[in-house]
């Protein structure tokens, strides 16, 4: 059985789609990818899958048990964390209060401690800034924080909105290296969400792709990464060869994904 279970998702703004039937497996233990186009429906998704928004229609199961239309902070204690994009740390408090806040639904205080420790650990750069307001991070120590913070709360399962949004590439790495150990050695179950689709591919078990609402593709990272549209649009690799006359291949193809 599948950790994550997301069954035909609608998800709506008003009486705009932005999910129309997604579907989503997500195994225990595993890394895996969205990918797609700004405004593709990848946000959209996390924050369906997190309890930000409620679904018109479909499901979400979370080991098991039926989460769909929870509120943000039953799914939350149910395991299932969010680190939104564009990280949204509290900007006047200071990384310390940031963490705790991570740990805010916890009450044993000794586990608290030590997962603060490995926090630490995680991100040196985060416990030399400590005291520091986290309004005055750098975005790639914030991006830090952020994901400190949900580690804070013990997740079964992170969402994790582009991490590396906005990065210097050396930083990106850094991330894109937490992200691996994470899962390597604490065996932590992640849906990531990416336009870096590359440096996401080279690390997931699977990927999905998502294209105005809807999956035109998923499976494995290495399918993927061989797949000659994904190597076109998402990882800009023969673009060249695969330019046919009137655009008609690309229809073509994309057309089969459905
Ligand atoms: N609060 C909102 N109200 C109305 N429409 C929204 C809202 N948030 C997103 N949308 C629309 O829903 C669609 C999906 O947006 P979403 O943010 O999920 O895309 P995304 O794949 O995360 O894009 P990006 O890569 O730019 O972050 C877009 O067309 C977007 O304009
Ligand atoms: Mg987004």
């Known amino acids: ?14 009486p705009v789609p932005a999910l129309r039937g997604v579907s989503l497996n997500v195994e225990q233990g595993a890394i895996v990818a969205v990918l797609g186009a700004n405004g593709a429906g990848k946000t959209t998704l996390l924050k369906t899958l997190g309890g930000a928004l409620e679904p018109k229609a479909g499901s979400v199961r979370f080991d098991g048990h039926d989460i769909t239309g929870r509120h943000s902070w039953e799914v939350a204690r149910s395991g299932v964390i969010h680190v ?15 963490l705790a806040m991570g740990a ?6 000794d586990a608290i401690a030590a997962d603060l420790a490995f926090v630490y650990q995680t991100f040196p750069r985060l416990a030399e800034r400590a005291a520091q307001h986290a309004g005055n991070l750098s975005g790639g120590e914030q991006q830090m924080l952020a994901i400190g913070r949900a580690l804070m709360a013990r997740p079964r399962l992170l969402l994790l909105d582009e991490p590396s949004l ?65 190597r076109e649009f998402y990882l800009g690799q023969g673009a060249q060869e695969a330019a046919g006359p009137r655009g008609e291949r690309r229809w073509k193809r994309r057309k089969q994904w459905r």
């Open 166 to 230: 906005g990065l210097a590439p050396l930083l990106v790495s850094e991330i894109f290296d937490v992200i691996r150990r994470l899962n390597l050695e604490r065996g932590l179950t992640i849906l990531l969400v990416e336009q870096n689709a590359r440096q996401a591919l080279a690390l997931a078990t699977s990927a999905t792709v998502l294209e105005l609402g809807r999956v035109v593709l998923s499976g494995s990272a290495r399918e993927l990464a061989e797949n000659r549209d994904v």
């Open 84 to 98: 939104p994009e564009g990280r949204e740390v509290f900007r006047h408090l200071s990384v310390r209060d940031n």
């Open 104 to 109: 805010y639904l916890r009450r044993d205080r």
């Open 1 to 14: 059985m599948p950790l994550l279970e997301a069954a035909n998702l609608e998800t709506w703004y008003g």
